[in-house]
């Protein structure tokens, strides 16, 4: 029968524990008590041991992945025939199923968003091309905060070593990705219902920049708020009632409510938002570049975006 | 009001200001007082000051200098002349091992109020013994402040303070620039040593320029703006101290920085900043830091070779071009 290989507890306080080597390759022979993998925690680096003999696969979890307690990082199976090839990389590993080990204190369970985690540390794309690019020191510094993966640029025929403005020029050549969503109506709609003052479209702007500060580790997040009529405006930190310096908007937000246009999608610049009322609830759509915003950190921002707008409790948070 | 006066005239007014405010102030080296230096900076003061504080030496740098180290630790401020640039190696024992550490090694309790002016700047067919620009070596050693004026204004207000200045300041003057016209204000004023000037904005690419090669930089600046590139223009006026938050803040505006000085590119000037900007402001480069120095060999005799051993306003445009338009100055 084949056996699970998890990410054990090995602290009180752990929530995650990082790979740091395996010591057996998919397809191993294995036999119980064989060091399979090197895990570090906030504490220390261990050595896991397999829990029954067998080969070793499906492995799910490369060495540097930060996978979190109780997911799945492999099995051991009880046939070489069986063995199932290794799939490390872009995919998650399947959540817990059951907290598999036991441990004497329990932490509160973390709330959703701890998924969100920051640009450098979400899993990347798989590499279009292997080999290190090159880049201008600040280049990379902005394509980690806008989580773009180089190798995309590089697919791209962008010539290397690649500078600021090539990061700004991909936008024309990749085409706009999209994420859409179904968001529950209920709790958004009684605060437009019970405040005389709160203004749908502000509102909106002010949840999707605190999704942005949560999910992207942004410092300051601008949005603009664009119009069906051509409308043009720029809130300075919306989530922050407008504080600091208007930078350079990191987010267009078009308000499709009122109208009975579903979505919008701009021919060029950067992330656009448009949110539309549908039979179900909002319908929420994020336009995006790869190049300019990788996949997880969208998918990542749309999901904060949407869980704000289900509970906006959350914003205050 | 402010009037032009070339550096010649600056450096005079500098010296006669501040030995008529401070009667410790004293004047020292070969030819200071009769022929008033083979530059004619120092005609005049003689005339006005006496032999008493206007001292004429034999040609005897190390004596002179040791003279000079000695009265500073006894409570005169004595401005030390060394007619070229290349006869420091003759003084180093007094002011790298005496006047540099001395309030170190008294545990404070000597100081060397000294200001050493000398000069530094090749293409002027002077051979390779007498057109060195070794200001390095002073920038090398901890206790020694070295000043690098870029005009007659800087040449006044840098050498007012270093006059002030409790340590032994070092002061190259570009022997090139003697007689060149700057705006100097008649009233008196100083330039607190440490403070660099931006001169120019520019938002592409910052050239910080040394001595006459702020004149450089300014220069190039203009081509650039011709092809449409804006370029920030730092002169940092003293190297030691060096006022690091002015060229850091400019080159994390530009991204990209050229620093270009007259002394040899190995292990210069050019190289201390290029590695504390690529130190400090890594993660704001958007293309390597480039240096230019004097080429490394002994300045040539020879006028056409000798032009070609120091960086030119084209050649500072050319490369700015280049690492603007993310073109690799060096290959990736």
Partial sequence: MPHEVRMPQLGMVQDSGVIVAWLKSNGDPVTAGDPIFEVETDKATMEVEAAADGYLSGVKAAEGDDVPVGHLIAMIVGSEGEVEEASTGASAPEPAAAPVVETVQRREPAPERQEALAPAERAMPEPVAAGRVLASPKARRLATERGIDLHLLRAQGIAEPIHVADLDAAIAVGGHSTLSAVVDPTAFDEILDRSRTADRTRLLASFAAGAWRATLDASSASVAIRGLDGSLEIVANPDRGGAGEQECPVLTLVDLCGSRINGYVPAGGGPTLCVARGAAGYDLSLAFVESRLALPCAAALLEDIAARIENPLLQLL | MTREITLSQAVNEAIAEEMRRDETVLLIGEDVAEAGTPFKVLSGLVEEFGTERVIDTPISEPGFMGIAVGAAMTGSRP???????????????????????????????????????????????????????????????????LAMPSSAYEAKGLLKAAVRDDNPVVIFEDKLMYQDKAPVPEEEYLIPLGEAAILREGSEVTLIGTSSMRQVCEEAAEILERDGIGADVVDPRTLVPLDEGTILGSVRKTSRAIVVDEGHQNFGVTAEIAARISEKAFYHLDAPVIRMGAMDVPVPFSPALEDLTVPTAEGVAANARAIVRGVPVHAP
């Fill in chain 2, 79 to 145: 401005i030390v002349d060394l007619m070229f640039g290349d006869f420091l190696y003759l003084v180093m024992d007094q002011l790298c091992n005496q006047a540099a550490k001395t309030h170190y090694m008294s545990g404070g309790k000597l100081n060397v109020p000294l200001v050493l002016r000398t000069n530094l700047g090749a293409t002027r067919r002077s051979a390779a013994q007498h057109s060195q620009s070794l200001h390095a070596l002073v920038a090398h050693i901890p206790g020694l402040k």
